[in-house]
């Protein structure tokens, strides 16, 4: 059984490149760094869909990361155990709740709610910013980081914790000796966690990277590179999950759009296995 | 800084921590609260008996899909789950600690690969070949979804099991695969049906891998070798979609599966009470 799944693995890996092979040959480095992509002529520059997907993953991080710092403090160090016992489940309990109710949640209901009062508000105030111009529609990069995040959340929230959960008490209760307030206890225990920390984060993006359904309804998929939050975009998920079906009958863009998904295939490998390693080598536990 | 700065200080950090977590249940009973309020209103008899009609009709529903999501995941964990419960005897009872290392790594790339990317390599591997997308590429997707998912937490409730009882076995003279088939595999039978709930919910809700394999269909099922809707294709064609029926319909495809999930989860959490 373990020869199967070597064996089913290696065929993946297999099919991505030689299926991808068409279009590298065909545009060379295009495919990577191009900022065209237009099918009808035959361009395909696959940057835009990196940027995005990068760009839609730092944005989510932004906004997750201090949420579920501050999620897994409170359930960590703050709350009573009779409450933290039902709410850590329910947190964790969003991390089931499938992408595509996600999609549905932020196209009819935070959409809405980001055009009529957030995305004006924002722009008439901090509009000086180039993040904050552009047409006010409620969907685009801002809508698709916000469902982002809120799928992380549970993730990186829930190994924080642990990584907090992991500090020897004498480190806080040396710091209560030495009259340090129970806040700045908390401090140094985030301080001898943050590799944990860390490795919350490092999983919450890597998720982020290949998410599809969550932000496909949402995101607006038209290519660019822009900081614009308001502007559409796309990410190398959902361009293949938009185009895929209608570039089989073109080969060469079939070929483009799977060499993409080797792209994200890489890049989400890279970051769970190299770097996550390298964390739980450093702090010797499992996360 | 005085006493007095740092203990404000330290009020407004423990409230911004709150706060947070305020946000995030706000956030978890929205999309709960709509998905329910919007999906219960067009729940009626049609909707879980018919298929799918033409946009205007209002005698319609989404058992074709409910039927194709029962076929598609059924196939797909009836595959896997035997597979994985190998993969982990063979990991936990056989291999040397090199071979699992490298087949964990391995597993970890697998349940890595995002499932947009599962869905273009069963594209390759399966509809390109058959020249037709079918209910069994879809369940293919799926199969291999759950794989690395599943034997992971099946190797871990098997690696949990004390030596002794193992020890216990070979001393009364049993062979080692009695020992793996009657002491671990019944001992960690608690595991196993854990992740396999978890796992059966993951690919339950899953719609990526389906796109370009098991496509949708419009009609309740007709083989495997013909495409076959499932209720997260249909939820997200049906949202894409310009009709207001469609779209009510869809918050109820949304409020049935987010029932379904959240009972195995609940079920998995506080009555099997394991943790994984």
Request: hydrophobic letters at 55%.
């Amino acid at each position: 059984m373990v020869i199967i799944i070597v064996i089913i693995f290696s065929i993946f890996f297999v099919e991505l490149v030689s299926n991808s092979l068409y279009a590298f040959l065909k545009a060379g480095l295009t495919i990577i760094v191009g900022s065209t992509w237009n099918p009808v002529k035959e361009i395909y520059g696959g940057l835009p869909f990196i940027y995005g997907t990068l760009y839609t993953s730092i944005l989510a991080l932004i906004i997750a990361v201090p949420l579920s710092l501050g999620v897994a403090i409170a359930s960590s160090e703050l709350l009573p155990s009779s409450i933290t016992n039902v709410l850590n489940p329910v947190i964790e309990m969003m991390a089931a709740i499938p992408s595509i109710i996600y999609g549905m949640w932020a196209l009819f209901v935070l959409g809405p709610i980001l055009r009529i009062y957030i995305e004006p508000f924002l722009s008439s105030t901090l509009g000086f910013l180039p993040l904050f111009r552009g047409p006010i529609t409620g969907l685009g990069y801002l809508n698709a980081a916000i469902v982002l995040s809120i799928m992380i959340l549970p993730i990186i929230s829930s190994l924080m914790r642990e990584a907090i959960g992991m500090v020897p008490k004498e480190i806080e209760e040396l710091t209560l000796a030495l009259g340090g307030t129970r806040w700045e206890a908390i401090k140094m225990k985030i301080h001898v966690a943050k590799l944990g920390i860390l490795g919350g984060m490092v999983l919450g993006f890597s998720r982020a990277v290949g998410e599809t359904m969550a932000i496909l309804l949402v995101i607006g998929n038209k290519p660019s590179i822009t900081l614009s939050l308001f502007s559409s975009g796309a990410t190398i998920a959902t361009v293949i999950a938009n185009e895929y079906p209608e570039a089989i009958i073109n080969p060469l863009h079939a070929s483009a759009l799977t060499s993409l998904a080797l792209i994200l295939f890489v890049i989400s490998v890279t970051i769970n296995v190299i770097f996550i390693r390298y964390i739980r080598s450093k702090i010797g536990v499992e996360i | 800084m005085s006493i007095k700065t740092r203990m404000i200080k330290e009020r407004v950090y423990f409230f911004l921590s709150y706060v947070s977590v305020g946000i995030t249940l706000f956030i978890l009973g929205s999309i709960i609260f709509y998905t329910f309020i919007n999906g219960f209103r067009s729940w009626n008899l049609d909707f879980f008996l018919l298929p799918e009609s033409s946009p205007l009709d209002p005698r319609q529903g989404i058992a074709h899909a409910i039927q194709g999501s029962v076929i598609v995941s059924f196939t797909a964990a009836a595959l896997a789950t035997p597979i994985s419960i190998l993969a982990a005897i063979y990991l936990s009872e056989y291999a040397s600690d090199k071979i699992r290392g490298y087949i964990s790594n391995i597993l970890e790339i697998m349940a890595s690969i995002p499932s947009i990317v599962v869905g273009i390599i069963t594209y390759l591997l399966f509809v390109e070949p058959l020249r037709t997308f079918s209910a069994f590429a879809g369940s293919m997707a799926l199969t291999i979804m759950m794989i690395p998912y599943m034997t992971r937490v099946c190797e871990d409730t098997f690696l949990s099991i004390g030596k002794e009882y193992r020890e216990a076995g070979l001393a009364l003279g049993l062979h080692k695969w009695k020992v793996s088939t009657y002491i671990v595999l019944r001992m960690g039978m608690r595991g196993i049906i854990t992740g396999f709930a978890l796992a059966f919910g993951r690919i339950f809700g899953e719609t990526a891998p389906l796109l370009f394999t098991a496509l949708g269909s419009r009609t309740f099922f007709t083989g495997f070798l013909n495409p076959v809707s499932s209720i997260t294709l249909l939820i997200y064609e049906y949202s894409k979609s310009p009709f207001e029926t469609w779209i009510n319909i869809a918050w109820g495809a949304a409020a049935l599966l987010m029932i379904i999930i959240l009972f195995i989860n609940i079920l998995i959490r506080f009555v099997v009470g394991k943790r994984i």
